[in-house]
């Protein structure tokens, strides 16, 4: 059975730091790409950074500079390093997979994407 679990999320002041992880379960090789989006309340789902198995990545214009995904293949892990954090990056952060979609794709593309994990909240005070 196919799991994507992520952890890390919290409440943090504006200016400040976290950490996202997921885990993923149950895939029998390595999917074409991993990567984390998020919803805001009343706002549609949207792509925050993606990245493939040769470390390729694609990021939101509104994340660049701030926010770094990396991963760890050997435990089907990947992580997103959230700086300098703002009000608007408030939201429910969702890890994903897919085994056909490349980062860039996927980043805007995400009704295509096959897993997905339950989300995790980050909420950004100012």
């Known amino acids: 059975q196919v799991q994507l679990v992520e952890s890390g999320g919290g409440s943090v002041q504006a200016g400040g730091s976290l950490r996202l992880s997921c885990v993923a379960s149950?895939?029998?090789?390595?999917?074409?790409?991993m990567g984390w989006f998020r919803q805001a309340p009343g706002k549609q789902r949207e792509g925050v950074a993606t990245?493939?198995?040769?470390?390729?990545?694609a990021y939101a214009d509104s994340v660049k500079g701030r926010f770094t995904i990396s991963q760890d293949n050997a435990k089907n892990a990947v992580y997103l390093q959230m700086n300098n954090l703002a009000p608007e990056d408030t939201a429910m952060y969702y890890c994903a997979a897919d085994f056909t979609l490349t980062a860039m794709e996927a980043l805007s593309h995400e009704g295509l994407i096959d897993y997905w994990g339950k989300g995790i909240q980050v909420t950004v005070s100012s």
């Open positions: 990245i493939e198995g040769d470390d390729t990545t």
């Open positions: 149950g895939f029998k090789y390595r999917s074409k790409f």
